[in-house]
C-alpha cells in the first residue's frame, strides 16, 4: 500500500482533485491522509466532501509547523510507501504507483522524486523514515526540509529518479499568498540550519542507514 500524506489549508477544490488522480491512476491499494488546521475556515468544505473521496482519512488539529504536520500523519499511515505531497499537485501517470513499487529496494530505505512542474512529490520508504524518525526534519518550519532530505539519500546512494509524474499547479491565489508570508517569517532560520547543521546530520544519520542496509544484504 502506498500512503499519500498532504495538508491542506483554504483549498478543498484543489484537495478533490488530488484525491481525484491518485484515486483515478492507481493500480494497487492506496490511501490518503489529510491534515487541515482546527482553525480554517474552509473546514466545513473539507469535511462535507469526504464521503465523495475514496479511502481518505480527514485529520483536524491545531496549526502547527508544515514539516510536523507530514510528521503527524505519517504516524497514521499503514503504507510501506509514503507519498508526501502538497494539496496543489495531480497525478497524471497512469499506473504512476506500480512504477514506484517496481522500483523499491528489498530493505525498503529509498527517496523517489517524481518530476512535477515547479515541485516535487517526495515518495519514501518507510522503513528509512523509522530510520531516521521523521518525513521532514521537524528543526525545518517548511524551507529546505525536502532539500536536505534530498541531499542525504543522494549521498548515502538511495535516492531513484523516476518518470513518475505529478503536476503542480502555482496559481497565486489567497491561500498561497498566506503560507508565503508564513514562511516567509522562518526562511532564514531554515536557511541557516540547512547550511550550518545539514552536513553534520548527514554525518549523524549515515553510520544508522549503512548499518541496516549492510544487515539486510546478509
Request: hydrophobic content about 35%; overall charge negative.
Amino acid at each position: 500500500m502506498i500512503s499519500t500524506i498532504v495538508p491542506s489549508r483554504g483549498r478543498p477544490e484543489k484537495l478533490k482533485r488530488l484525491i481525484d488522480s491518485v484515486a483515478n491512476t492507481s493500480v494497487l491499494p492506496f490511501e490518503v491522509l489529510v491534515f487541515v488546521d482546527n482553525d480554517d475556515p474552509s473546514l466545513p468544505d473539507y469535511q462535507n466532501m469526504m464521503p465523495q473521496c475514496p479511502n481518505t482519512k480527514l485529520f483536524v488539529e491545531s496549526r502547527r509547523k508544515t514539516s510536523e504536520t507530514f510528521n503527524f500523519l505519517f504516524q497514521h499511515s499503514k503504507g510501506d510507501i509514503i507519498a508526501a505531497c502538497s494539496d496543489d499537485m495531480e497525478s497524471i501517470t497512469p499506473s504512476w504507483d506500480s512504477i514506484i513499487t517496481e522500483s523499491v529496494p528489498k530493505d525498503n530505505v529509498f527517496m523517489s522524486c517524481a518530476a512535477s512542474g515547479g515541485g516535487e512529490a517526495q515518495f519514501l520508504g518507510r522503513k528509512g523514515v523509522e530510520l531516521i524518525g521523521f518525513v521532514f526534519n521537524p528543526v525545518f518550519n517548511h524551507y529546505y526540509g525536502n532539500t536536505w532530505l534530498c541531499d542525504f539519500y543522494q549521498h548515502i546512494g538511495r535516492r531513484i529518479i523516476s518518470n513518475v509524474a505529478w503536476l503542480e499547479e502555482r496559481v497565486q491565489d489567497a491561500t498561497r499568498e498566506y503560507q508565503v508570508r508564513e514562511d516567509c517569517k522562518y526562511i532564514h532560520q531554515d536557511s541557516a540550519n540547512y547550511r550550518d547543521n545539514g552536513p553534520l546530520w548527514i554525518a549523524q544519520y549515515e553510520p544508522i542507514f549503512l548499518d541496516y542496509i549492510n544487515r539486510s544484504k546478509s
